[in-house]
């Protein structure tokens, strides 16, 4: 695997190790429980709720519909994590997996049958993209990027590669299927674009790596409009033109010491706002279109961050923490403790529900309208993964143990 040059930390591994250093910033930048001072450009702390996570009976918030082992069992670690959110395919009823021991596999929705697999150079640090945009390909094909520096494009229903692309750099993100381009993000802040028909190198754009500590991560670029919006571990968050890569606009959100990167995936509201997270300095929204800064809640270790169906709400997430903020004005709607050491490693929802991914610890589903927690799902060793929701609403995760989980949600 591809290591960064200067000191870095896991992001699963982070929340135990520098959660005094992130409380340590907090409480120099002024922030508090009870304060909403203004700070900067518009930036004010990020409200907690004074309410702690309740004890009261889980509801039927879903129902477990199957599941079934997915990793070998040679050389588990002791404290296993699985990186990589499943991907769906509901024409043909397969969902698909990519594992740390390297193997992409589809299994029937129905079934659970294993219907092929592959191995791939190295680990997978994040999921497998089905690209369903036929009209540019006249098929549709499943893309996987692994930590072996791999992208490689398959056909969904037989696993039979149609073209693959090396890099000496190790893959971090998922990858993003725009117009005729493919777009993944590098262990060493490298954007690269290919074509998506023939896997043939388009443009890409790096950013040198910062010094002293930072996350082992990289952001999933979002695309809109012909642009494409990016954060990296410098704490700029950055404009390209889809086309070209060339550069619209630039914008430093970071200056921290440690800990600036931009690894929460970027998020585009219906207004076409574009929002980042920082490691250390919380949550912005910057106009898509400028950069400019519209409005910033400080809030240090901030990890994760998803927009409602609706593009007018984003949920946030990380150290001990979730909230609702709406995305026009900042405001926050509500805002959640978890218990201590409790760090959401991602965000998904589905029914009415925000479900959070938490390492190690038990998966957290909560209340898209209250914040309030209504259940949790604990399948050994927690779940670091993003959930992935398929069409017809079902839940599919897999867990830090490698087995991968089918959910009914209910409202």
Not at 250 to 257: T, V, Y
Not at 324 to 341: F, H, I, N, P, Q
Not at 355 to 361: L, M
């Amino acid at each position: 695997m591809h290591l960064r040059p200067h000191l870095t930390f896991s992001r699963t591994a982070l929340p135990m190790m520098v959660s005094s250093v992130l409380l340590f910033a907090a409480c120099q930048s002024g922030t508090s429980a009870t304060s909403a001072a203004g700070m900067g450009h518009g930036m004010n702390p990020l409200l907690s709720s004074s309410v702690r996570m309740e004890r009261a009976a889980p509801e039927k918030t879903f129902s477990v519909l199957w599941w079934t082992k997915v990793e070998g069992t040679e050389q588990r670690p002791y404290h296993p994590v699985e990186l990589a959110a499943p991907a769906t395919d509901a024409r043909r009823g397969i969902v698909f997996t990519a594992t740390r021991d390297g193997y992409l596999t589809a299994f029937s929705q129905t079934t659970r049958e294993r219907l092929w697999e592959v191995r791939q150079d190295g680990p997978f640090n994040a999921g497998p993209l089905l690209d369903a945009s036929g009209s540019l390909l006249s098929r549709e094909l499943l893309f996987s990027a692994s930590a072996g520096g791999k992208l490689d494009a398959f056909d969904p229903a037989t696993g039979e590669k149609i073209w693959s692309y090396s890099t000496p750099e190790a893959f971090m993100t998922t990858p993003v299927a725009a117009g005729d381009f493919i777009l993944v993000m590098t262990a060493a802040d490298t954007l690269v674009a290919l074509d998506k028909k023939s896997g043939a190198w388009r443009w890409q754009y790096k950013r040198d790596m910062p010094r002293g500590l930072s996350l082992f991560g990289a952001a999933r670029p979002a695309v809109k409009d012909g642009k494409v919006y990016a954060g990296f571990a410098d704490g700029y968050a950055v404009a390209l033109e889809l086309s070209s890569g060339a550069l619209v606009w630039e914008k430093e959100l970071s200056r921290a010491r440690a800990f600036r990167d931009l690894d929460a995936s970027p998020v585009i509201d219906a207004q076409g706002n574009v929002l980042f997270t920082s490691g250390s300095d919380g949550l912005f929204c910057l106009d898509g279109a400028t950069g400019d800064i519209k409005w910033s809640h400080l809030r240090p270790g901030l990890t994760a961050a998803i927009l409602n169906a609706a593009g007018d709400r984003v949920f946030v997430g990380g150290q001990s923490f979730v909230a609702m903020l709406e995305t026009g004005s900042g405001r926050v709607r509500w805002a959640r403790d978890l218990r201590t050491g409790t760090a959401v490693t991602a965000l998904a929802n589905a029914n009415g529900q925000l479900i959070a991914s938490c390492g190690a610890e038990p998966m957290i589903f909560i209340e898209e309208e209250t914040g309030r927690i209504r259940r949790e799902f604990q399948p050994g060793h927690g779940v670091t993964a993003p959930a992935s929701v398929s069409e017809d609403g079902d839940l599919f995760i897999l867990s830090n143990r490698g087995y991968l989980y089918a959910l009914a949600i209910h409202p």
